[in-house]
């Protein structure tokens, strides 16, 4: 099975930060960057490392096989979801300690909406991966 690394990132446009509300609240946060899917990752992952995405999705579950197998880097706490078009997307990784505590109090199923960047990952066989390394989890 072909493995998909990827940090998973939503929204619409190309860069991170806020826009501009329009209603009698000001601003609101929402992400910007390149909206992305699994196999966007997978297919198209050279175009996108480095640059700002976005990923919608769900939650399913923190595992850490990935982090230990792929990564060899204990300050990332890995974890997986399904993508909005039902993909599940198993290479997410975030910072253990801004990240971990929430993503292991996440309900499976529970929406997200997950900004960050694709990154190339290579394995201790030195097959290359793309992964999602998501900066910032909103719910």
């Given at each position: 099975m072909r493995a998909i690394v990827a940090c998973i990132l939503l929204a619409g446009v190309v860069g991170c930060g806020k826009k501009a509300g329009s209603g009698a609240g000001g601003k609101e946060n929402q992400p910007v960057g390149k909206d992305v899917t699994a196999k966007e990752i997978e297919t198209f992952g050279k175009?996108?490392?480095?640059?700002p995405c976005v990923m919608r999705c769900k939650f399913q579950m923190v595992s850490d096989t990935w982090v230990r197998n792929l990564l060899r880097d204990d300050r990332f706490v890995g974890f997986f979801v399904i993508d909005s078009k039902g993909e599940q997307f198993q290479f997410v990784f975030a910072d253990k300690e801004k990240h971990g505590r929430k993503l292991i109090a996440m309900n499976r199923g529970e929406n997200l909406l997950l900004i960050g960047k694709v990154q190339t990952v290579e394995s201790s066989v030195r097959t290359k991966y793309y992964a999602f390394m998501v900066e910032e989890i909103q719910n």
């Amino acid at each position: 099975m072909r493995a998909i690394v990827a940090c998973i990132l939503l929204a619409g446009v190309v860069g991170c930060g806020k826009k501009a509300g329009s209603g009698a609240g000001g601003k609101e946060n929402q992400p910007v960057g390149k909206d992305v899917t699994a196999k966007e990752i997978e297919t198209f992952g050279k175009e996108l490392v480095g640059k700002p995405c976005v990923m919608r999705c769900k939650f399913q579950m923190v595992s850490d096989t990935w982090v230990r197998n792929l990564l060899r880097d204990d300050r990332f706490v890995g974890f997986f979801v399904i993508d909005s078009k039902g993909e599940q997307f198993q290479f997410v990784f975030a910072d253990k300690e801004k990240h971990g505590r929430k993503l292991i109090a996440m309900n499976r199923g529970e929406n997200l909406l997950l900004i960050g960047k694709v990154q190339t990952v290579e394995s201790s066989v030195r097959t290359k991966y793309y992964a999602f390394m998501v900066e910032e989890i909103q719910n």
